[in-house]
């Protein structure tokens, strides 16, 4: 059984940053691309980041470039979501998810499992 199951979340102020982690088991990990999506209340759920299988290969929306950090540790199966100068547009819940391929994509659709999701909030 494949789990997906996020920690980090929290109340942050506007500037600060936070950490997500995303702990899978059940899958090979290191073949596995994992990306970062998120949905702020009454929109639809919006990609963020993804990293490749390897960790060599990221992307980033628009919107998070060079605020955010995806990275992953393959030999604790964990990916991780580091966030900075964080602005209330940035608040929604954040969504881990797991491909069954080494290769990153950026649409909901091409992603096999989903965690529950952490919440982000950010105050002005």
């Known amino acids: 059984q494949v789990q997906l199951v996020e920690s980090g979340g929290g109340l942050v102020q506007a500037g600060g940053s936070l950490r997500l982690s995303c702990v899978v088991s059940?899958?090979?990990?290191?073949?596995?691309?994992m990306a970062w999506f998120r949905q702020a209340p009454g929109e639809q759920r919006e990609f963020a980041t993804a990293?490749?299988?390897?960790?060599?290969?990221?992307s980033y929306a628009d919107s998070v470039k060079g605020r955010f950090t995806i990275s992953r540790d393959n030999g604790k199966n964990t990916v991780y979501l580091q966030m900075s100068s964080l602005k209330p547009d940035d608040t929604a819940i954040y969504y881990c998810?797991?491909?069954?391929?080494?290769?990153?994509?950026?649409?909901?659709?091409?992603?096999?499992?989903w965690g529950q999701g952490t919440q982000v909030t950010v105050s002005s």
């Open positions: 990293i490749s299988g390897s960790g060599s290969l990221t």
């Open positions: 059940g899958l090979t990990f290191s073949n596995s691309a």
């Open positions: 998810a797991a491909r069954r391929s080494r290769n990153y994509y950026t649409r909901r659709s091409e992603y096999d499992y």
